[in-house]
């Protein structure tokens, strides 16, 4: 299986998509079955208590697990969320940009799971970890 994108046009075909989240993620990475995605936090991801939003936390694995079904099956924008699976495991460093490591675990023809390990940049240690499950849209006359 061949990628549909390069890192630049992923991002740049997600942001034409959704240009509420324009210069908000970079790819750092992207493979064939993984990508590494960055959230550049600011202050509106941020929450009382000096920490980044679970929403905010949930967007940035969701975004990556899109980004790499989308560049293993190509622009097909009505691909969506099905599940998703969550464990928030420790407080993020609220100055610091968060980190995606998320690798396809299943890429079939109508459903695509992926995995994600999220942390904040400059530590090792996990933040939170997400399993998402996407719908493909079926091409028309299949």
């Known amino acids: 299986m061949s990628l549909h994108f390069d890192k630049k046009t992923l991002l740049e075909y997600v942001e034409g998509i959704f240009p509420q989240i324009k210069d908000e993620f970079l790819i750092d990475m992207l493979e064939e079955d993984?990508?590494?995605?960055?959230?550049?936090v600011q202050n509106k991801h941020l929450r009382p208590g000096g920490t980044v939003s679970g929403p905010s936390i949930f967007a940035l694995a969701d975004v990556a697990v899109y980004?790499?079904?989308?560049?293993?099956?190509?622009?097909?924008?009505?691909?969506?969320?099905?599940n998703c699976s969550i464990d928030?495991?420790?407080?993020?460093i609220a100055n610091a940009n968060l980190?995606?490591?998320?690798?396809?675990?299943?890429?079939?023809?109508?459903?695509?799971?992926?995995?994600?390990?999220?942390?904040?940049?400059?530590?090792?240690?996990?933040?939170?970890?997400?399993?998402?499950?996407?719908?493909?849209?079926?091409?028309?006359?299949?």
């Open 88 to 92: 928030f495991m420790r407080k993020p």
């Open 34 to 40: 993984a990508i590494v995605v960055r959230m550049r």
């Open 67 to 82: 980004m790499s079904v989308l560049a293993a099956i190509g622009p097909k924008k009505l691909t969506v969320t099905t």
């Open 99 to 142: 980190i995606a490591s998320c690798k396809l675990l299943k890429m079939g023809k109508s459903l695509a799971v992926g995995d994600v390990l999220m942390s904040s940049e400059g530590s090792k240690k996990a933040v939170a970890r997400a399993t998402l499950t996407y719908a493909i849209p079926r091409l028309e006359g299949t």
